[in-house]
């Protein structure tokens, strides 16, 4: 089956400094991928989307990368501030017709004043 | 505020028994879809509704079922509850549930099955 999985389960960064989030997928297939933002107590929240023919897209303080060769996503979040210490997962969606998202197992990101 | 509607945030019960998860979509999605997460699994798909007729099943037990109404509202009901089946489990919604679609989660129901 799918696997999504993070190289990294903690990051703490310093307020102000970029953070980068990354993910590792197995399906070569899926063609889009989403980051979620989860805080406390809370659901998933979408941040940003990238589909497979994209290689970055950016929004607001966030910038995704999508490297299909080496099967990777990252999350890039500039100037961190502590309103976006939350765990940030990665998802796919494989090429079935449907909507079903295969989610990484997370990364807490702490902002540290 | 997603849109997303779940009730109720805590539920408490005993192994053995059997609980109803309940989920209003978002005003206008048509689609609803069923999520668990748990310590050990991370996020995992369970089901997908669309306008009432399931549209796609995940990791979801046989003890378990769902279903979505007429008005679009869902239920995920979980039967001969065992320990490990204590969980938050999440709701989301989609405008038509197809692909490429952001989905919108509710807060969760956080099952403690003691």
């Known amino acids: 089956g799918e696997s999504v999985g993070l190289h990294l389960p903690t990051l703490s960064v310093q307020e102000g400094d970029n953070s980068i989030i990354n993910c590792a997928y197995s399906?070569?297939?899926?063609?889009?991928f989403i980051w979620y933002k989860q805080e406390s107590g809370k659901g998933p929240q979408f941040i940003i989307d990238?589909?497979?023919?994209?290689d970055k897209r950016q929004g607001q303080r966030v910038t995704v990368l999508l490297n299909k060769t080496v099967k990777h996503l990252s999350l890039q979040i500039a100037a961190t501030q502590p309103g976006d210490s939350a765990v940030y997962f990665c998802?796919?969606?494989?090429?079935?017709?449907?909507?079903?998202?295969?989610f990484g197992t997370g990364t807490r990101l702490t902002v540290i004043p | 505020d997603s849109g997303v509607t779940q009730t109720p945030k805590h539920l408490i019960t005993a192994t053995g028994q059997r609980v109803t998860l309940r989920c209003s979509p978002r005003?206008?999605?048509?689609?609803v879809y069923w999520y668990q997460q748990s310590l050990d699994q991370g996020l995992q798909f369970l089901i997908q509704?669309?306008?009432?007729?399931?549209?796609a099943k995940g990791n979801i037990l046989e003890r378990f079922s769902a279903q979505q109404f007429p008005d679009l509202h869902s239920e995920l009901n979980l039967s001969s509850l065992e320990l490990g089946d204590s969980a938050l489990y999440f709701c989301?919604?989609?405008?038509?549930?197809?692909?490429?679609?952001?989905?919108?989660f509710g807060s969760g129901t956080q099952l403690s099955v003691l």
């Open positions: 989301a919604s989609s405008f038509r549930g197809g692909p490429d679609e952001k989905l919108f």
């Open positions: 399906n070569s297939a899926s063609d889009y």
């Open positions: 990238i589909r497979s023919n994209m």
């Open positions: 998802a796919e969606e494989p090429q079935t017709g449907a909507n079903n998202l295969f």
């Open positions: 005003s206008g999605d048509l689609s």
């Open positions: 509704y669309y306008n009432g007729e399931e549209r």
